[in-house]
């Protein structure tokens, strides 16, 4: 069996129905610019690269080294993946990754998937173009400047990602801010690091081997300020809000209460129905109890059919 | 023989012969319902429960198949855990946190469940069709399905790269301190991820060459997938509409 | 015979992989000091899963010992330093940004200093004749000098013991030659995967043959590859 070793992939459960909704319209918004951007830019040639390159980008987050005591450092790839292919493209190469991931390894939920594209795909693309675009500017180009650029980009869409998480499960009531964020933000904080050595190791080797790859499109046309713009933007808003919401878990009440107003926007019709149409069933602990023997059946049921159609087919076979 | 982490499992049984986007739409549809069930409503996680273990069952592959497998969103459930002893007032045990927890630990070990049901008998490209069936972007489609035949070989790669350098992690003398810095074998392993993307560079100009010789021109075109039959579209529909009186029951009584 | 002068000794060895699939079934093979031996058999005989049980990267049921050291998870290390083994792909065994740091490797991981690293990578450079490579990138040498440099890697830990797997395939004739000679000149053990009975004549006097996961001929490498029933019941002659 197969899990990525990065506590970041959400299990379906762990997110509100309104905040994986939510996170799936951004992502796939996300993804359709990112599909005219990548159209746009670089013509047939993408397919196949994106491919393979998806391909790597997981048996890669396969790749460790330990650190002490049992524990061991990965990979993620969203920062490298952006150094090499721009950030529209590394977009679409994580979120195959993290939806093969979903889909075939239950490495993170399927309702919530949306929410895991906007994490590694989106939030960790963003804030390392964002960050690497950024020294790459101030460097000029120079090895220094690739080098500590990629820890930096790496180190920081790891975190910044995380308190992205972090916050979905507050909201979502699965997590209190003031234990969610403080948690996941000091586990990635130290996580992060092995991602920005492992990046900077890659970097060092790319620029033995090929130094022509590291331009982040520059090669391959001019800087996505929209990108670069979106990964300022959410760097600051989540560092920015994540200490707020962890020192002030009642700010996250606002947002409760507009899960509240949902509710409240439901009862009305469910009061149609009177109360005797369920007449005998309203007291709850009679209902679980019902539920206990008809699922049993239900089970019950299916077991004894298999058997009663495996004894036909021997029998219809001899 | 398959790669050892190939999910899918071959068969007969009812759940295989379903048709893949009915499949598909099923597998969501189930949990969707289990994110809307209310907290606390236990006797709608029991029916779900039974859904779910009569479908494993229906698979013939056993049930402890899929319970042992779905114990792997065990460590995530500790996210929720702090439920159970905050309280506005500061740190306390707290029953409504409890139940909170509870449910949401059962409602992500039932998920899980209809997802790996969904993996172990769903064939790739038939999963491929089912998400070009919903209208995924075909580029998208396209993409994820060349990294599904790629993703053995890297993977495989990554093995031999691995057990390649444990092969060289010893020393003859073990009263010297071995293993280098942290900091270096965190570097060691960045160079190994390096040579493999950049093996898949190379590797992807040899598929998109592959490619071009059999007239790939940057369109992906598919063959138009059979519509679904009768029978099918009433077993969706029945299915939904199941599941809308599930939720709708499970927010009458527990919401 | 005095076991002391034993380089390598596998004791009834029996291995499934995971998959319950059985690559090895009782195996029993000895090696001397210094002995050349070539490990040949049909695709799929067991010959890579015997050479990763020399240095405990699989175990299975039995006994490996190397220079008399019985393998087991506390001198893991040791015998991984004793035992220099070389994987068939040369990619697979080349992960760093240039040859130096490739070839170093082994040598910061058990603890030397600067010097000593120093002096084993001339040496191991010296040894395959690639000192000049040193900065080069593994990326961009061609198959024969990666191979090269693969062998490097390993003998920069100075061990007793040199395994290969399939050396010479993928090699133009000159470059395998050039290979041939290099490990003629090496005063290691030297245990050899592979299908190249050419090579075997020329360089291994001792040939053991393997299939479907059982030593099935074990003797002087002129008897055995002029014994035309063996070579054709065990997939080396078609
Ligand atoms: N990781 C694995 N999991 C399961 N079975 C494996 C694995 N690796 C190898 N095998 C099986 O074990 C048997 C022996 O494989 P091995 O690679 O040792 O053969 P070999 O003699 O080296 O063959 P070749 O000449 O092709 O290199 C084969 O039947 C192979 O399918
Ligand atoms: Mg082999």
Redesign the interface.
Same mark, same amino acid.
Not at chain 2, 163 to 174: E, F, I, T, V
Not at chain 2, 176 to 180: E, F, N, Q
Not at chain 3, 75 to 83: F, H, L, P, T
Not at chain 3, 91 to 98: A, E, G, I, M, V
């Given at each position: 069996m197969y899990a990525s070793p990065i506590p970041m992939h959400i299990p379906d459960g762990f997110l509100s129905v309104v905040v994986s909704i939510v996170l799936w319209i951004v992502s796939i918004t996300a993804i359709v610019i990112a599909l005219r951007q990548t159209n746009k830019q670089l013509g047939e040639k993408q397919l196949p690269l994106m491919g393979v390159l998806a391909a790597a980008i997981f048996a890669g987050q396969m790749l460790n080294f330990s650190v002490t005591g049992g524990t061991s450092g990965h990979l993620m790839g969203a920062a490298i993946a952006t150094i090499l292919l721009g950030p529209w493209q590394a977009m679409l190469v994580m979120t195959s990754v993290v939806s093969i991931q979903a889909l075939l390894f239950q490495d993170g939920g399927l309702l919530v998937l949306g929410a895991n594209i906007f994490n590694m795909g989106v939030v960790g693309v963003a804030v390392a173009y964002f960050v690497y675009r950024a020294f790459q500017q101030f460097s000029k180009g120079a090895r220094w400047g690739i080098l500590t650029g990629g820890f930096a980009a790496a180190w920081l869409s790891i975190f910044i990602a995380s308190l992205g998480v972090a916050l979905q499960l507050a909201i979502s009531g699965t997590s209190p801010a003031n234990i969610a964020i403080p948690a996941m933000g000091g586990i990635h904080a130290l996580i992060g690091i092995g991602e920005g050595l492992i990046t900077v190791g890659a970097l060092?080797?790319l620029?033995?081997?090929?130094p022509d790859l590291l331009g982040t499109g520059d090669s391959r046309g001019k800087t996505s300020i929209g990108v670069w713009v979106g990964g300022l933007v959410i760097t600051l808003a989540l560092a920015i809000i994540s200490p707020l919401a962890s020192t002030h878990p009642d700010g996250l009440e606002w947002v409760a209460e507009q899960k509240g107003f949902l509710d409240t926007a439901r009862e009305p019709l469910f009061n149609i129905i009177p109360d005797y149409v369920f007449p005998g069933i309203s007291n709850q602990a009679l209902a679980t109890i019902v539920a206990g023997v008809v699922g049993s059946l239900i089970v019950l049921g299916v077991t004894l059919g298999i058997a009663y159609s495996r004894r036909r087919a021997t029998k219809a076979n001899q | 023989?398959p790669h050892?982490l190939e999910p899918y499992r071959e068969g007969n049984s009812p759940i295989h012969s379903l048709d893949s986007r009915v499949r598909v739409v099923m597998v969501l549809v189930f949990i969707l319902v289990c994110a809307l069930v209310p907290v606390g409503a236990w006797a709608v996680y029991i029916l779900l429960l039974a859904l779910i273990l009569s479908a494993e069952l229906l698979t013939d592959l056993g049930i402890a198949y899929f319970i042992k497998r779905s114990l792997m969103v065990l460590p995530f459930v500790l996210a929720a855990l702090p439920l159970v002893f905050s309280t506005p007032h500061g740190i306390q045990f707290n029953p409504a946190g409890l139940e909170r927890f509870i449910s949401i630990a059962l409602k992500s070990w039932i998920s899980v469940q209809a997802a790996i049901l969904l993996a172990v008998t769903t064939p790739f490209d038939q999963l491929l069709l089912a998400l070009r069936a919903l209208h995924l972007p075909r580029l998208l489609v396209a993409v994820i399905g060349l990294m599904w035949r790629y993703l053995f070989v890297m993977v495989d790669?990554v093995t031999?790269?691995m057990?390649?350098?444990?092969?060289?992690?010893?020393?003859?003398?073990?009263a010297?301190?071995?293993?280098?810095t942290v900091v270096?074998r965190a570097r060691?392993t960045g160079?190994?991820a390096?040579?493999l993307l950049?093996?898949s560079l190379d590797h992807s100009d040899r598929v998109y060459h592959a490619m071009l010789s059999r007239g790939y021109d940057g369109e992906v075109r598919t063959l138009p997938q059979p519509s679904l039959t009768t029978a099918n579209r009433w077993l969706l529909a029945g299915f939904i509409l199941f599941a809308i009186f599930l939720v709708a029951l499970s927010i009458l009584f527990w919401g | 015979m005095d076991t002391t002068y034993c380089s390598v000794e596998l004791y009834d060895i029996t291995f499934r992989y995971?998959?319950g699939h059985l690559a090895l079934h009782g195996i029993n093979l000895t090696i001397h000091q210094g002995e050349k031996v070539a490990l040949v058999g049909p695709n799929g005989a067991g010959k890579s899963t015997l050479l990763?049980h020399l240095?405990g990267?699989h175990t299975g049921e039995g006994q490996v010992s190397i220079d008399g050291l019985s393998v087991n998870h506390q001198? /893991?290390? @040791?015998?991984?330093?004793?035992?220099g083994?070389v994987?068939q792909?040369p990619?697979?065994?080349?992960?760093?940004?240039?040859v130096f740091?490739d070839v170093a490797?082994?040598p /910061?991981? @058990?603890?030397f200093s600067r010097d000593e690293v120093e002096a084993r990578v001339t040496y191991a450079l010296d040894a395959v004749g690639m000192q000049g490579y040193r900065q080069r990138?593994p990326?961009?040498l061609s198959v024969g000098e990666k191979k090269r440099i693969a062998i490097a890697?390993?003998l920069s830990?100075?061990p007793s013991v040199l395994v290969l797997d399939e050396p010479t395939s993928g090699l133009d004739p000159r470059a395998r030659r050039s290979l041939i000679e290099l490990l003629r000149q090496l005063p290691q053990t030297l245990l050899v995967a592979t299908h190249d009975l050419e090579m075997v004549r020329e360089l291994l006097p001792r040939t053991v043959v393997m299939d479907q996961g059982e030593i099935v001929a074990d003797g002087a490498t002129q008897v055995i590859l002029s014994d035309e029933s063996v070579l054709y019941q065990h997939g080396l002659k078609a």
């Open positions: 060092s080797f620029l033995v081997a090929r | 023989m050892r790669e031999h790269m057990l390649a350098r444990a092969a060289r992690s010893g020393s003859d003398n073990p010297r301190r071995t293993g280098g270096w060691v160079g190994m390096g040579g950049l093996r | 995971p998959d990763l240095n990267i001198n /893991i290390g @040791q015998v991984r330093a004793k035992v083994l994987f792909s990619d697979d065994q080349l992960f760093s940004p240039t740091d490797y082994g /910061i991981y @058990q603890g990138s990326h961009h890697t390993v830990m100075h």
